[in-house]
């Protein structure tokens, strides 16, 4: 069965820390691999995507996401955390027909 | 890029109704996906709409209960019949573009 996993349901940072929210998938062939960002009472934004190419893949508000092939993994990162930074990212794989991961929230203290 | 209007927006209806929410795309596309995101938990695809053809649907969701419509390239309906609180959902539409997907802001429903 296609799956993208997030392995933990919540990330805490405190504000100014660098940030990883990991993915793993299981898709079959070479899955488009993107994240989104969900904010309360707001729809799904766009951070960023990996098609092809280099395996660091950088996007909106400073976050990027590594791609690892042998490991399945498609983590998203960001140097240095904001407290705006906190909401909900799903990580999403496929192509054609889109799975996504469970969310991972993210909270920022200051 | 595609932008992507819902409606409506919310809603809250009683059980054993039905609704129906529209979705229009700015582009047209070929296929436009309906999704479920209920309380607390991840984005579930319910059914993949291609213009001219049936619905496809994903497992767990059957036609009878979510009937779509794909009448043009820009438009789509999902019905949500015969409603239990366990629709209580957030229904998102979805269209492909440019190996992106683009999403509508969402319909909030709720069933009492």
């Known amino acids: 069965a296609q799956s993208v996993a997030q392995p933990e349901d919540q990330v805490n940072v405190a504000e100014g820390n660098p940030l990883t929210v990991k993915c793993t998938y299981s898709v079959s062939g070479n899955p488009y691999l993107f994240w989104y960002v969900q904010y309360p009472n707001r729809g799904l934004q766009f951070l960023l995507k990996y098609i092809t190419g280099d395996n660091l893949v950088k996007g909106s508000y400073g976050f990027e996401a590594e791609f690892n092939k042998s490991q399945t993994s498609f983590h998203l990162k960001k140097p240095s955390a904001l407290v705006s930074d906190s909401a909900l990212y799903f990580c999403v794989a496929g192509i054609n027909k889109f799975y996504f991961g469970s969310g991972t929230k993210l909270n920022v203290k200051p | 890029s595609a932008v992507i209007s819902q409606k409506p927006s919310r809603d809250i209806c009683q059980r054993g109704t039905s609704l129906t929410i529209q979705c229009q795309v700015d582009?047209?596309?070929?296929?436009m996906f309906w999704y479920r995101q209920q309380p607390g938990q991840s984005l579930t695809l319910i059914a993949t709409a291609n213009q001219g053809s049936e619905a496809t649907y994903e497992s767990g969701f059957v036609i009878d209960k979510f009937p779509i419509s794909r009448p043009n390239l820009t438009f789509s309906t999902l019905t949500v019949s015969n409603m239990s609180p366990e629709d209580s959902s957030i229904y998102l539409c979805s269209v492909e573009g440019g190996s992106e997907q683009y999403f509508g802001p969402g319909t909030r429903l709720t069933v009492t």
């Open positions: 582009s047209q596309v070929t296929m």
